[in-house]
């Protein structure tokens, strides 16, 4: 398999109010509270989730998958944490990394209710972005959000994402069939990986 890694990636940013790093197994009880805790607030901007979304034994199988892909190079989660580690504050992901003639992933991100409004995911996010454009070599990092999520589209317009085009019925969120903007950034200094 093309960009092939032999063992999962450590990675870890520390912003001014947060620690930003690749997840790893022993985090399943962490992001089960994060999820439990956030369950009802983030219902209309994700997909259904199943009880096993909120539960330690269920993350650890999510968390087994996840090394697996870290370590093949194909996604990367982030996991946000307080400067102290110990309570999660939002997760982001890059997933469906491509490269060969593409360099290319998709990126989501959600952030906990009593966070919202903080500017945390953009202080979380730059270093993020940064890390997946100088040493994953994207050169197109995507995002999509529904036309009535403002303040996801205004993020992703702060980080320097544009509008590229509008899907209808793109993707099944919280039940149902939702339109969603779709944005890109492109890195304008991309380098082939040597």
């Known amino acids: 398999m093309s960009g092939y890694r032999t063992s999962s990636p450590k990675v870890r940013f520390t912003t001014h109010r947060l620690v930003v790093r690749l997840v790893h197994k022993r985090d399943a009880y962490r992001l089960a509270d994060y999820y439990a805790e956030n369950r009802l607030f983030l219902k209309p901007w994700e997909p259904v989730r199943d009880n096993s979304h909120c539960s330690p034994a ?19 989660y982030f996991i946000l944490l307080d400067a102290q ?6 997760v982001t992901n890059f997933s469906n990394v491509l490269r060969d003639a593409f360099h290319a992933c998709f990126l989501g991100y959600s952030l906990g209710e009593k966070w ?10 730059q270093p993020a972005i940064r890390y ?14 529904m036309p009535h999520n403002h303040r ?3 993020l992703l317009t702060r980080l320097g994402f544009e509008p590229e085009g509008y899907a209808k019925d793109y993707l ?6 939702q339109d969603h903007i779709l944005t890109a950034l492109t890195h304008k200094e991309w380098l082939p990986p040597r």
């Open 58 to 76: 269920g993350w650890q199988v999510r968390l087994g998958m996840i090394t697996e892909m870290q370590k093949q190079g194909s996604a990367y």
């Open 85 to 90: 580690e110990h309570e999660v504050r939002g």
């Open 116 to 125: 919202q409004g903080q500017g945390l995911m953009y202080e979380a996010l």
């Open 132 to 145: 997946m454009q100088r040493h994953q070599h994207m050169h197109r990092i995507m995002a999509n959000c």
């Open 152 to 154: 996801s589209g205004a």
């Open 172 to 177: 099944l969120i919280d039940g149902q069939w």
